[in-house]
């Protein structure tokens, strides 16, 4: 028996290719009347074999549909908007390939690792979530880090999500200061307040 905390099991048949299509959704979106979203085999299925999304008209839930060389399912019936899919991410589920170029959206599912663009600075996922508005990258600092070229100035880790790992390098305490390396996992404190954590370099 597969079982899954927090997670329900929804079947949705393809109505042009027939195939049965099993996904797991978060039950406490359900629950609360936020849109199941599918996200698991959108970027396994032809492209080719589906209607491209029309600019009008009603668009019905369930449907499958060519986007961007990409299928895209409906969620809610609606009448199609001016507005992307990816601008209204109640009305569709999409998959992104993670390139590192793709820019910041909201009710995408991200996982660890991967980055994304929010005004003009990269963001890597450091826990996996599904993007909200009131979560940008900017501002949590507990779901993303600014990705830095090169060696990053120290900024005081606000947990164990970010604390610094063996071998992470940091400029201390500007960017114009020596470089340190750290020298456990885990490391919340600045070469300062734990001199043995850290080696000058």
Known sequence: ????????IIEITDSISGDLW??????????????????DNLS??????YEPLPDSGLI????F?????????????HERTIYSPEQTPALFSFYRENTGELEWIEGEKVEVG???IYNGKKYECIQAH??????TPDITSALWKEVVEGIPVWVRPTGAHDAYKKGDKVHYPTIDDP????????????PDEYPAGWKQL
């Open 1 to 8: 028996m597969d079982v899954r905390l927090n997670y329900q």
């Open 22 to 39: 099993t996904g797991y959704f978060d039950s406490a979106r359900v629950e609360t009347l936020q849109p199941a979203v599918i996200h």
């Open 44 to 49: 396994t299925m032809d492209a080719s074999n």
């Open 60 to 63: 019905t839930s369930g449907s």
């Open 65 to 77: 549909y060519r986007y961007n060389d990409k299928v895209i399912y409906c969620i809610q019936t």
């Open 114 to 116: 991967w980055v994304r």
């Open 130 to 135: 599904m993007t909200l508005a009131s979560w």
């Open 179 to 190: 470089v340190y390396e750290s020298l456990i996992d885990a490391n919340v404190w600045s």
